[in-house]
């Protein structure tokens, strides 16, 4: 078995004090859905193995990304602290964002200083809405990558008068049907290139239009947003839609710590993997969840949780296989 190290930030200098271990050092970057699942899975199937697992993200509070909407809205989440969800697994958790990989080295770099070592890195820092492709997207339009900015957005909609949710998928349902329920006197318009719902079945698509009608959500079908402006969009029509609030929730990118980090990814920052979940380019980094670029027969799994949970089951699985072999 690999006799790793975790390499830690003295308190006395910036050296780094080696520690030693003759255990295997797993590291999971990202407590999302896949990450925490991943944690808790691999803590208990590798209980009797000479295993210490270190969970990385920067806050302490569990975001449960597919209620961001909520957020945006002025709800209240209930507030989950992984330290206690993680309480009697014996793993070690970090508060920090990762900021680089060596993977030749196989070395996390986190933005405290700190530097880890990892026999076995588990990559489940999940998506961010993609706003490079259209100008104008990134400097005006909002998402709801954190709940920080999904709780400023909350505090100007009383303010605002129209608000605009681009991208036709299910965050942009869930958004515009959420912002017109919650704000009655808001004009919301949903702009997407197919049909919203376009992705369900017959009877669900005429249950989200009947709720749509009910709720006044304006649906502008088959045109795309070419620019986002201050307090307005512009159209392929050529049309300037005025708009107080733009929600861009039109595609997602993972982040650029893997492909900056010579790991092989796809197009969207996605590490490429095999059959069991391993970067192709690096076999000791697993990847799941919307960080993972997972082919199946019929094409790239789509980033849900409903997709994502099942491969941090399998990489967790995967794992302790592995370590069981060793
Ligand atoms: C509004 C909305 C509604 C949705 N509704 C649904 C739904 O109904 N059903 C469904 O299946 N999916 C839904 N989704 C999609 C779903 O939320 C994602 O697919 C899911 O969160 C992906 O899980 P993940 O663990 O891969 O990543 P995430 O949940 O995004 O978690 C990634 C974690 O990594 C952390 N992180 C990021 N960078 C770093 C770093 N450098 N170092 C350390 N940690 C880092 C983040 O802070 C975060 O905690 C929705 C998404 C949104 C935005």
Redesign the pocket.
Known sequence: MHAPTCLMPDSDSTDFREITMNTHQIVV???????MLATVRLAHRTRRFPVRITL????ERF?E?????QIATGQQLADLRIPAVLTGTGVDFRR????AIDPAARRVTLDDGTVLSYATLVY????NTDTVRVPGAADHAWT?NTPRTAHRFAQRLDAAATVTVVGGG??GI??ATEIAERHRGVVVTLISTDEPGAMMGDRARAYLNRAMDRLGVVRRTGVRVTKVLPDAIELTTGEVLPSHLTLWTAGVRA?E?ATASGIATDEQGAILTDPTLRAISHPDIYA????AAVRQPWGRIH??????IPT?AYAADAIARRLRRM
């Open positions: 970057l990202g407590t999302g859905y896949t990450g990385v993200n920067p806050s975001t990304r597919l209620r961001s909407h920090a964002a990762a900021t489940a820092l999940g998506s709801l299910l965050t869930e958004s982040p710590l799941v969840g919307d960080a980033g849900t949780c409903q997709s994502g941090a």
